[in-house]
C-alpha cells in the first residue's frame, strides 16, 4: 500500500497536478432536500420491478437501472414512471448472469456481465445487438465512438485498458499509470472490482477513477495522460475513516476486507460532467468539471429525511438540476438547489 | 451467486520448506459487523474464483548410495501447488460495496 500510495503521488507530481484543496467560492455545494418523486418496492404491486439495482444511467431522457439481483434491466421515465423491463437469467445470447456495469451510448445499453463475462448491447426495448467476450473477469468500462469497448484490464503492466472492436480484435490501450501497476514483479496483483472506474466524455476524453488513491486521471484519444488531480482531502477522509471501522468490524467476526474504495460509482451527468457518488458525511455526490477537474459537491442535510435515501445510494444519476438516487428499496429524485452562504 | 475467476501466479518461494496448504469456502450469502458497532450488513453479489500456483522450491541432500560410492548430492526439487479462493463482493447497507476474502487460506 505504501508503494502505491508513492506511486500515486509520484504520477501527482509528473503531471503537475493541482489538487483542488480548496472549494471554489464560485461554486458553492448544491444540496439536495427536497424529494420530488419516489418509487418505492412493495409487496403489493411490482411498481418497483427491482431486487438489487446496482446501477443507473441515463439514456437521454430515459432512466436505465440494472438489477444484479434478477438480472433484469428497467427503464423509468424522468418521474419515475416504469417504461420497460427486459432481460433474464442464464448464459444464453441476451441472457445475464451479474449485470454489473451499465453504459449507454450511441442509443444503446450496454451490460456489463459478471460471471457470463461479457458485454450484451441492448436497444432500449431488449433487443439484443451484440455481445463481446471479455475472456477475464468484468471490470469498468467504456464504449468508443466506433462501438469498440474499452475494458479495464484486470492485470498486466503497461496498458490499463484493452480495446475489443466489434470484430473481436484486441489491442492494448492507455498508459497504465504508476499506481495502478501490478505491486509485484510476477504481475499477481490483479485491479480489484471497483478499484478503476472510468468513463468517456461527449469530448472523446476517456476519465479514470483510481478508486483507492482517490486521483482523477484523464486520457486523451491517443491514451495518453493529460491531466491528473487527486480528489480533496476533504472528501476523502470520512470515507476512509468509515471503511476503516468497518474492516476492522468484519475483522472481529473473522473475515479478511479488501481495501476499499472511494467511490460507489462514477456516471455522466446530462450535461456531461463527471458525477461520482460517495458517501462522506453529508456529502453524497461530487460532480466534477471534465476539462478542469474542479469538483462541486452535493450534499443533503444533518440529521434524518427523505434525503437518507440519497446517504445509501448504490448508484446516482444527474439529469439538469435532478438528482436520481436508487437505492435497495427504490427510486428517488430530489431537486437540487445551491446551498445559501453561511 | 454470481460467479468468475481469475489466474495469477504467486512468485517462487526459495528454500522455502514449509508446504502450505489451502482450503476452499464459499462465500457466505450475509456478512455483519458486530452487534457492538454500527449496524452494518451485506449481501453477496459476486464472487471470484483466484487461483494461485505457489512454486516451492526444496533442497535435499542425499548422503552415501548403495553402491559404495562416498559423499553426498544436493538436489532441489520445485513442487508446484495450485490453490483457488473466492473473493466476494457484498453490498452494503449503506450503498457501498466490500471485497472480502472468503477461504480459509493460510500457510501452516
Redesign the interface.
Known amino acids: 500500500m505504501r508503494t502505491r500510495t508513492l506511486s500515486a503521488l509520484l504520477l501527482l507530481a509528473a503531471c503537475a497536478a493541482s489538487d483542488t484543496e480548496h472549494r471554489s467560492a464560485a461554486d458553492p455545494p448544491l444540496i439536495a432536500r427536497e424529494l420530488i418523486a419516489r418509487r418505492v418496492a412493495s409487496i403489493a404491486d411490482d411498481s418497483f420491478p427491482l431486487t438489487t439495482p446496482i446501477r443507473i444511467r441515463l439514456l437521454g431522457d430515459t432512466l436505465v437501472v440494472a438489477d444484479i439481483g434478477d438480472d433484469r434491466i428497467a427503464l423509468f421515465d424522468r418521474d419515475l414512471e416504469l417504461l420497460h423491463v427486459f432481460g433474464r437469467s442464464g448464459a444464453g445470447p441476451g441472457e445475464l448472469q451479474g449485470a454489473f456495469e451499465l453504459v449507454c451510448a450511441d442509443g444503446l445499453i450496454a451490460v456489463g456481465d459478471m460471471t457470463n463475462q461479457r458485454i450484451s448491447f441492448f436497444t432500449p426495448d431488449g433487443q439484443l445487438v451484440r455481445e463481446i467476450r471479455l475472456d477475464e473477469a468484468l471490470r469498468s468500462f467504456v464504449v468508443g465512438p466506433d462501438g469498440s469497448v474499452y475494458h479495464v484490464s484486470i492485470s498486466g503492466r503497461d496498458a490499463l485498458f484493452t480495446v475489443i472492436a466489434p470484430d473481436g480484435t484486441r489491442r492494448p490501450w492507455g498508459t497504465r499509470p504508476p499506481g495502478l501497476r501490478p505491486g509485484t514483479d510476477d504481475g499477481r496483483r490483479v485491479i480489484e472490482q471497483d478499484e478503476v472506474l472510468a468513463l468517456r466524455t461527449p469530448d472523446g476524453a476517456v476519465h479514470v477513477l483510481d478508486n483507492r488513491e482517490g486521483v482523477l486521471i484523464r486520457f486523451d484519444s491517443a491514451g495518453a495522460v493529460q491531466h491528473t488531480v487527486q480528489l480533496p482531502r476533504w472528501l476523502l477522509e470520512p470515507i476512509r475513516k468509515r471503511h476503516e471501522a468497518l474492516a476492522r468490524s468484519l475483522a472481529r467476526q473473522g473475515l479478511h476486507v479488501y481495501p476499499g474504495t472511494i467511490a460507489k460509482d462514477l456516471s455522466l451527468t446530462s450535461d456531461g460532467r463527471l458525477l461520482l457518488a460517495v458517501a462522506s458525511g453529508d456529502v453524497v455526490a461530487v460532480v466534477v468539471d471534465p476539462a478542469t477537474y474542479s469538483p462541486r459537491e452535493i450534499r443533503v442535510p444533518a440529521g434524518e429525511g427523505p434525503w437518507d435515501a440519497a446517504r445509501r445510494a448504490v448508484s446516482l444519476a444527474l439529469h439538469g438540476d435532478t438528482l436520481y438516487a436508487v437505492t435497495t428499496d427504490g427510486l428517488y429524485a430530489f431537486v437540487l438547489e445551491p446551498a445559501q452562504a453561511g | 451467486m454470481?460467479?468468475?475467476?481469475?489466474t495469477?501466479?504467486?512468485?517462487a518461494l526459495a528454500l522455502v520448506l514449509a508446504f502450505a496448504a489451502a482450503a476452499w469456502a464459499d462465500c457466505a450469502p450475509y456478512?455483519?459487523?458486530?452487534i457492538n458497532?454500527?449496524p452494518?450488513v451485506g449481501?453477496l453479489?459476486?464472487t471470484?474464483t483466484r487461483t494461485?500456483v505457489v512454486r516451492e522450491t526444496i533442497e535435499i541432500v542425499v548422503s552415501g548410495s548403495g553402491s559404495g560410492a562416498g559423499g553426498s548430492v544436493k538436489r532441489t526439487i520445485t513442487r508446484e501447488t495450485t490453490r483457488s479462493y473466492q473473493?466476494g463482493?457484498y453490498?452494503?447497507?449503506?450503498?457501498?460495496?466490500?471485497?472480502?476474502?472468503c477461504s480459509t487460506y493460510r500457510y501452516i
Open positions: 454470481r460467479h468468475s475467476s481469475i495469477g501466479s504467486v512468485p456478512i455483519s459487523t458486530g458497532d454500527p452494518g449481501t453479489i459476486g471470484e494461485e473473493v463482493t453490498l452494503m447497507s449503506d450503498g457501498s460495496r466490500v471485497r472480502v476474502d
